[in-house]
């Protein structure tokens, strides 16, 4: 380790230390910023005339201010055109910082010309440009932050601020670092990803820094490779990490155990086609996701759109849109796809265990508790809702959980004698003061794709209507399968095509891909064929229907609802359709009251029809046109 020393004449020299015989020595933490100095200027004797060596000089007038004789600065103690000593510099970086008698933090951008140290007032004069402050926004300064004993904040004037636990309070809030890790608590203390997070939203010049930065705060080492890229950066700091953990071989056979219980849910998601491209970027562009993403506290967004919508397509786009945040910013990303005619995938006691295990592999400083929480064996897995909840709400209260996403796909889909597990999730972000203190330190964010019900409007706090953007994507969609088949159409026939399928399919993406299927195998496409192929149902959309009729409309009372929306000339009002239907199922007028002042008929409703039918703007209509053909 090279380090400067303060000489009687003003003059810097450097000298070289080896581990067992390092002098005491104070720090620099700073931003670099033009002209600084480097190892070269100070060989060549050139430092003098260059803006940074003003850096120079006050930490090494500090330094002797309190005792030190020598002092360290990154901009010109490395040779960093010598690429093994970069290398050893970075990997030891951590522990120069920990082992510094006192480290000094130089802020260029926070000025304090008539800042008077004994000023009592509440509110310094420093402190709106010390939380803007760029120093605290850079990928290296985090671990020059945390790692040193003694951290003494100065302005550009070189006027002393305070140090670390005199100003964390305003540290704390500016950084998101827990006040126990600025106490100097070991960093072992602190879960994987809650350490991940710390340098979120910090930056460095080059991507593959933001990854390097971290070796100390999670005291692994490993070989710098510029030009990998952040993401092979990030997956290789994890290696290590995994590498380094004492547990390894307990935490490989639990999560054999996990594997073993957790159902198929990434095959269930992939069951799902990907988007079309262009598609469904409108999710992660809506002001409501973003809320969700910035939000610091939990929170539920839902996503609500007819049968055969896309909604599926949708929340498998988000889950790898979350998946694929991860390489930089590790959470927990849950989700699980129900599915109706799947004793599997409609059931909420196995989608309650895949939620758990999913936690629990990518949170393994939990895996301890693992077993208990799954079952004690591959073929013993646990099998009660309740447990298997209270284990779920325990784990997101532990503070190493921190945040997580889970996406639940399809809950309309659930069997009728299953547990309302959307209300058990949201209970978890809406009422978190049911769940225990201990649950509001950790965030747990849900996305639910639903069909839209009066009953899971009221209960949710955010809601995203997906139809109108629905449209959006199926004309985008549309017009370029349309285009596809160039030379079979003039300009004029295919605007007004794909006009009439966007119209015709009406926010139906699985009518407008059978459809375009179609069109694309027929031999010929003239006018007589090509109405016939519009206006006749796909075969595939009857045995949709014969699915869902047998699957959902089960009972009388069933029948005759859908029997009156098919015959009614204009689309019947909720309050309408009630009336009818006491006197079509001959209710005394006494019972017929009844059934109007029912505050949920449109959950009644759908619950007898399923997803054949949708309400809309309290009127009860047929999920589509086609259904009408059908039925």
Aim: proline share 4%.
């Amino acid at each position: 380790m090279r380090l400067l020393e303060y000489n009687n004449d003003g003059e810097f020299s450097l000298a070289e230390f080896f581990v067992d015989n390092i002098p005491p020595y104070a720090i620099l933490s700073h931003r670099w910023e033009a002209e600084e100095v480097t190892f070269k200027d100070l060989m060549n004797g050139t430092g003098k005339s260059r803006a940074g060596y003003g850096k120079i000089q006050f930490c090494g007038e500090q330094a002797r201010c309190d005792g030190l004789q020598y002092f360290w600065l990154d901009t010109c103690c490395i040779d960093k055109s010598n690429s093994t000593e970069l290398q050893e510099a970075i990997n030891s970086m951590f522990r120069w910082y920990r082992d510094a008698a006192k480290c000094y933090v130089y802020l260029a951008d926070v000025s304090t010309p008539t800042f008077d140290a004994d000023d009592k007032s509440s509110q310094p004069p420093w402190e709106l440009a010390f939380r803007k402050s760029r120093w605290f926004t850079r990928g290296w300064t985090l671990q020059e932050l945390i790692a040193p004993e003694s951290v003494e904040f100065f302005s550009k004037e070189r006027v002393r601020l305070g140090n670390r636990n005199s100003l964390e309070q305003y540290i704390h809030g500016i950084t998101g670092i827990p006040l126990k890790a600025l106490q100097g608590s070991p960093l072992s203390e602190f879960r994987v990803p809650e350490r991940m997070a710390w340098i979120g939203k910090r930056e460095t010049t080059r991507k593959e820094d933001k990854a390097y930065s971290l070796l100390g705060i999670f005291d692994v080492h490993m070989p710098l490779i510029y030009g990998e890229g952040e993401k092979n950066a990030f997956r290789r700091l994890r290696e290590e990490i995994k590498k380094a953990s004492k547990s390894e071989q307990t935490d490989d056979n639990i999560l054999q155990l996990l594997r073993c219980c957790t159902p198929s849910h990434e095959s269930h998601k992939n069951e799902n086609p990907q988007p079309f491209p262009g598609t469904c970027e409108w999710l992660i562009r809506s002001d409501e996701y973003q809320s969700l993403l910035r939000g610091g506290k939990s929170m539920v967004l839902w996503i609500s759109g007819n049968a055969a919508c896309g909604k599926s397509v949708q929340a498998r786009f988000l889950v790898e849109q979350l998946k694929h945040s991860q390489d930089s910013l590790p959470q927990p990303v849950l989700f699980y796809f129900f599915k109706q005619g799947s004793e599997e995938q409609s059931s909420t006691t196995v989608a309650l265990r895949s939620l758990l295990c999913q936690l629990l592999a990518q949170t393994t400083e939990l895996l301890g508790d693992a077993e208990q929480s799954v079952g004690a064996s591959p073929t013993h897995p646990c099998d009660s809702y309740d447990t298997l909840y209270n284990a779920l709400q325990s784990a997101l209260k532990d503070y190493r959980c921190g945040e997580v996403f889970c996406i639940i796909d399809g809950v309309d889909q659930i069997l009728p004698a299953e547990k309302d597990i959307m209300f058990d999730l949201a209970r978890l972000c809406v009422e978190p003061e049911k769940s225990g203190p201990a649950l509001w330190s950790n965030t747990f964010k849900l996305i639910f794709t639903v069909r839209p019900t009066r009953a899971i409007r009221a209960a949710m706090s955010k809601d995203l209507a997906a139809t109108g953007m629905i449209k959006h994507d199926i004309e985008l969609y549309v017009g370029e399968e349309v285009r596809a088949l160039s030379g079979k159409f003039s300009a004029e026939k295919e605007a007004l095509l794909i006009r009439q399928l966007v119209e015709r399919a009406d926010a139906n993406f699985l009518w407008a891909h059978l459809i375009l299927t179609t069109m694309k195998a027929s031999p010929s496409l003239t006018g007589a064929v090509l109405d016939g192929i519009i206006n006749d149902p796909p075969r595939q959309m009857d045995s949709l229907y014969h699915s869902l009729l047998r699957s959902t409309v089960t009972s009388e009372k069933g029948r005759i609802i859908l029997q009156m929306i098919v015959g009614s000339a204009t689309p019947l009002t909720l309050s309408e359709l009630n009336t009818a239907l006491a006197i079509a199922t001959k209710q005394d007028n006494k019972y017929t009251r009844r059934i109007e002042e029912e505050p949920d008929i449109e959950r009644t409703i759908q619950m007898l029809c399923g997803s054949l039918v949708k309400v809309v703007y309290e009127r009860v209509y047929l999920v589509h046109w086609t259904a009408k053909q059908f039925l």
